[in-house]
Structures are given as C-alpha cells and as structure tokens.
C-alpha cells in the first residue's frame, strides 16, 4: 500500500502517530537538599601526594625486577643436553668418516 502523492496527507497508509509523536517527558521530581561542598586541604593533598609516592618508590625499590634474576644452571645443563641429542645423528656421521 504505497502512495506517490508526495504530501501523503491522502494516504490510509501513513500512521498519524509516526508522523508526529505524543510528547512524553514524564514527572521530573527536584532534590529534597543539596550537597555542601567539602574544601580541601593543598597542605593535606601535598602531604597525602608524598606519601604515596614514597610508598611507591620504596615497594618499586625493594621488588627485583625480571631482569635481575639470573638463569638457574640446570636450564643451560637441559639446553646442552637437548642440543647434543639433535646433533648426534650429524655427530655420528662426522666421526664415521
């Protein structure tokens, strides 16, 4: 059911609601009381801002970081291993000859 009057005020088929919607705000109910303002403190803030940030100096000081450890020996020992389990077959045709 489509209409080419371009008006479509003659359409059966235009809904009149889509056309202009019923306004529909609802109830908007006002604060019973405000929220006092709290002010605060530069000294407090500067104080509360070393704290912290001596805390985080010293845990990041006292924590090793990843570069620090060192790789344990049996690591080397089971990569040699493994290295000379690979290259044995090549080993084996090497002293064959």
């Avoid at 002010?39 to 620090?68: C, P, W």
Wanted: hydrophobic share 35%.
């Amino acid at each position: 059911m489509f209409c080419f009057n371009w008006g479509m005020e003659n359409c059966a088929g235009v809904n009149q609601n889509m056309k202009n919607p019923q306004l529909n705000v609802g109830v908007l109910t006002p604060p019973d009381s405000f929220n006092k303002p709290v002010l605060y403190s530069h000294v407090q803030a500067s104080k509360d801002f070393g704290r912290i940030n001596q805390d985080i100096y010293t845990s990041m000081k006292n924590s090793e970081t990843i570069e620090k450890h060192k790789t344990p020996k049996s690591v080397f020992a089971a990569l040699g291993i493994g290295l000379l389990a690979v290259c044995y077959p090549l080993l084996k045709r090497i002293i064959k000859h």
